[in-house]
């Protein structure tokens, strides 16, 4: 949930992304658009922007005037999702379809952070995905893909993930895991060897699956979205170690005395099967915006002094009482970290 005035009246209004359904992973239910009228929050949704009904399974939003038109503008990224612009064209929200830079960026995408980092005077973006530190591989030339169907005919939707080897596209899910939801699976194949050598298509129809229960993930990596103005955006990687594990959070720096932009970034995931092992190679990240490079840069753990462990999952900003500002650590399943912050970026 994120608050927008995209009416441009001066209050406040809401915008809230659906996640999933209960038990129908991966259908979204719908999002919906709210405006706020003295105070009574209204749905218009279908009226101002019918696309925001069904945009996914949403995970974050940013606010921003994107194109510095005095409107601002929304920005959605979610599960198998692509990073979405909604441009506002005076009070209405309408998905941006040209070629901004954000075309095939579908993703397993955790979080989004507006900022102008490289200091141009227009928004940037940095985005968490799920990182480059595990089984899968994807890409627009060989994707992971997502069929959703009730493929046994039992009254309960059963989603199975495919991977490419070369042209050829396999399921992803190990035999035994798949036959605890698929029973079917034991009666089309033999074995493990049997089941390893079978492509999706020998198994099942892909013609037969509703082209809306089929979702595509082409980029793993976690991002940095640069703004190079004319609403089109240059994408890029974010420093290797932010791929080790997924990213949940980002805030960022902007420290007294110092001209440079700085973000924090936490992450990891631990609630996975056991073939696939923890994603816990996070240790909270501390970047610095070169701006000579044009990129982020990692400070090294032991001068940044940011060291998280465990599933993080949100960051924010307290002032003390003396005016002192403090990062607080949301952990899942654990106490709440506080971090001090110095007035001076370390060196790298």
């Not at 506080?338 to 970026?345: S, V």
Request: aromatic share 12%; proline share 4%; with cysteine.
């Amino acid at each position: 949930m994120v608050p927008i005035d995209f009416d441009h009246d001066g209050d406040m209004d809401l915008f809230i992304g659906g996640r999933v359904n209960p038990n129908k992973y991966p259908f979204s239910p719908r999002s919906y658009l709210l405006e706020n009228r003295q105070g009574v929050f209204l749905d218009v949704t279908e009226k101002v922007s019918p696309e925001l009904l069904f945009p996914g399974m949403i995970t974050d939003a940013a606010v921003e005037d994107v194109n510095k038109d005095g409107w601002m503008d929304l920005i959605l990224v979610g599960e198998w999702n692509p990073v979405q612009l909604f441009l506002n064209k005076k009070g209405r929200l309408a998905l941006d379809l040209n070629d901004n830079g954000l075309r095939n960026t579908h993703g397993w995408w955790n979080c989004i952070k507006s900022g102008d980092f490289d200091g141009d005077g227009d928004m940037d973006f940095v985005a968490g995905n799920w990182g480059l530190n595990n089984p899968f591989h994807a890409s627009f030339e060989e994707p992971l893909s997502l069929y959703a169907k009730d493929f046994d005919s039992n009254g309960t939707i059963e989603p199975i993930i495919t991977y490419f080897n070369g042209e050829k596209e396999y399921i992803l899910q190990a035999r035994g895991t798949l036959m605890k939801q698929l029973p079917l699976i034991r009666k089309l194949t033999n074995n493990y060897h049997d089941y390893g050598k079978k492509t999706f298509g020998e198994l099942f129809d892909k013609e037969k699956i509703d082209t809306k229960a089929q979702f595509k993930t082409y980029e793993l990596a976690s991002m940095y979205f640069e703004n190079i103005g004319e609403g089109k955006f240059k994408r890029s990687s974010l420093p290797e170690e932010l791929q080790w594990s997924p990213i949940f959070d980002f805030i960022d720096l902007d420290m007294q005395g110092d001209n440079k932009k700085g973000l924090l970034a936490v992450g990891n995931f631990m609630n996975t099967e056991v073939l696939t092992g923890h994603y816990d190679a996070g240790k909270g990240h501390m970047l610095i915006y070169d701006g000579i490079l044009g990129k982020f840069e990692l400070v090294n753990l032991c001068k940044s002094g940011f060291i998280v462990s465990g599933e993080a999952r949100s960051l924010v900003k307290l002032k003390t009482y003396s005016n002192e500002e403090l990062i607080l650590v949301g952990l899942q399943n654990d106490t709440l970290g506080f971090y001090g912050k110095t007035n001076t970026l370390p060196k790298k």
